[in-house]
Structures are given as structure tokens and as C-alpha cells.
């Protein structure tokens, strides 16, 4: 069972950035699909970002102002999120899909301040 810690996160005003890094406790491959998803207060989870070995895929709420990025020698990926919104303001789930599952970390909150 892989285990992801999230780090980074909390409370940003409107139009600021913030980046959240999520460790994984075993060496990540290189195909192996990292990325993130949130839930807002009294919504369903829903998917933000994904990246296997080439690009990047983002939902249209954030394409433009999120990015992704990993390093799999350190096991870490990072969201960087630019442009904040207050529809952005959500607990923040990192996962890793390899071959035989998908692990998720704990969460980490992103408060948006208007």
C-alpha cells in the first residue's frame, strides 16, 4: 500500500498562488499516473489534474492557472496554483494510480478569502 503525504496548502486572498506537494513512500515510475482532485464544502469530489509521462491534463476550471509537476527521484509531485479563486477554496486530494491501484493522501485544505 503506498502511503502519500500532502503538504502546503491553507489560506490565500483572492488573485494569490499557493502549491500543494504530495510525497510518496515508495519510488514512483515513471508511468505511473499521479495528479489531484478536491472537494468543495457540499459538493462531490471532483477530478483537477493528471499526468502520466507526457503532458498534463487539467479540468477547464483550472487549465491556464494550475500546473503539474513530479520528480520521481524525490517521489514528489506539486500543484501550482496561480490566479486563485474563491470556487478554488476546497480540501485538496493527491493520488498515485500504479499498476494494481490507486492511493490517495489525506487531504489538505485550500481556503480562497474574497
Known amino acids: 500500500q503506498v502511503q502519500l503525504v500532502e503538504s502546503g496548502g491553507g489560506l490565500v486572498e483572492t488573485g494569490g498562488s499557493l502549491s500543494v506537494s504530495c510525497t510518496a513512500s515508495?519510488?514512483?515510475?515513471?508511468?505511473?499516473?499521479v495528479g489531484w482532485s478536491r472537494q468543495a464544502p457540499g459538493k462531490e469530489r471532483e477530478w483537477v489534474t493528471g499526468?502520466?509521462?507526457?503532458?498534463?491534463q487539467y479540468a477547464d476550471s483550472v487549465r491556464g492557472r494550475f500546473t503539474l509537476s513530479r520528480d520521481n527521484v524525490k517521489r514528489t509531485f506539486t500543484l501550482q496554483m496561480n490566479d486563485l479563486k474563491s470556487d478554488d477554496t476546497g480540501i485538496y486530494y493527491c493520488?498515485?494510480?500504479?499498476?494494481?491501484?490507486?492511493?490517495w493522501g489525506q487531504g489538505t485544505q485550500v481556503t480562497v478569502s474574497s
Open positions: 493520488f498515485l494510480e500504479g499498476r494494481l491501484s490507486r492511493s
Open positions: 515508495v519510488p514512483m515510475e515513471s508511468n505511473d499516473m
Open positions: 499526468m502520466t509521462t507526457g503532458r498534463a
